[in-house]
DNA sequence: CAGAAAACTACATCAGATGCAAAATTACAA
DNA sequence: TTGTAATTTTGCATCTGATGTAGTTTTCTG
């Protein structure tokens, strides 16, 4: 393990950063539409070509590192304690997922702008909204898979979609509202605790 | 009022539903990527240009009357009855839209194939996503603005947010999971409701 | 250093989308 | 009916994002 990575592969994370830097800077700049993927190019001394190897889309320079944050959620979910029942999974996921943002939240240069323009940008928020969504299967799978006599798929959707949909929302209106990043942040755990504990009591006296 | 529409109203209501009901075919017989603007206004005898002034994308031909359920509800929202409380409120919204829903569905020559594209194609899925969300927070708006003093709009939001995030989700993954459109929309009904049975007694029980 | 593997580049091409001005259609009034 | 104004449609040019391909350059390995 721990190879020392060969120039080939030092090379290719420059140009990546370089990539993601000179977009970042050119979206803040002069606006993410106004912004060809010709002048990204051009600012990172790459062909446009050469772009398109590196991410799929113009997009996909904002949500690179989106795969991160999910994965370190799905681990929580999917590694269950001794007598966790399944809002038990779900809160600890909560905590963590939060957790996530929070310290992201201080890598001003790169989640600060990116969250801007998901912010702002009809078509990126469009593109978070779907990466988020096929997350959220994900953790309801996971969830499912952890408790499979507790919940069935689609309950454990309703949970998760619950939850989500919650905190998302509360975050999103209260940054509209001028909200800074980190009361932003908080609008959304406390959406997501009160859905959250709101569900565990109603799954404690069913009705 | 009841103006008889003239024939130059008359004409562009009819190629705007040609152009509909010739995407929607080609979408269904060869894919929606596969299709290209061009194809669908042929089919329509127009010119691809007049197809753009019609629908702002090719997107848009799946969407074009989302406006309508979303109105319904939030008129549901905006008129509240004496005594109602916000959970109230979202209760009677919840129903209304599944209503509508519901209703949408007997229209199988439209609706349902605009489901189903919407499930199984990635950038209309973004789309709807980025459709429902906004609305969402018209709903948010609406239910703050109704009861101004018993909820701030971030509350409202995590109430709103919640309720249809669950309701979503579970849809969803019902449908995934090989649900007939009626199992679907049941699934995301409960889900729903669970949410908001599980809201209400937590609203009349503060912690 | 030579050959293999990988990455980069230029070029061609396509689809979606927009601006613009000319042509066709509809509306309306004399 | 006819002439004119308003509106729609159309063709054309153009731009941007995205993909395929083939050839060149760079890196790796023995």
Redesign the interface.
Known sequence: MSEVPGLRERKKIRTRHALIAAALELFMEKGYEQTTVSEIATAADVSTRTFFSYFASKEDVIFHNSREGIERVLRVIAEPRPGDRAIDLLTRAVASGFTVLALDERLQSEIGPANYLVMTV?SL???G??LL?ES??EF?EALHRACPEELS???A??????????????A???M??GASPGEMLD?GR??SE??L???R??AS?P?
Request: proline share 2%.
């Open positions: 009809p928020r469009a593109r909204l779907l969504f959220q299967r309801a798929l689609v309950e959707s309703a949970l998760v979609g619950a939850v989500v949909g919650g905190g998302k929302l509360a999103f209106v209260s509209s509202n609008a406390r959406a009160f859905a504990s709101a569900l009591a109603a006296q009705s």
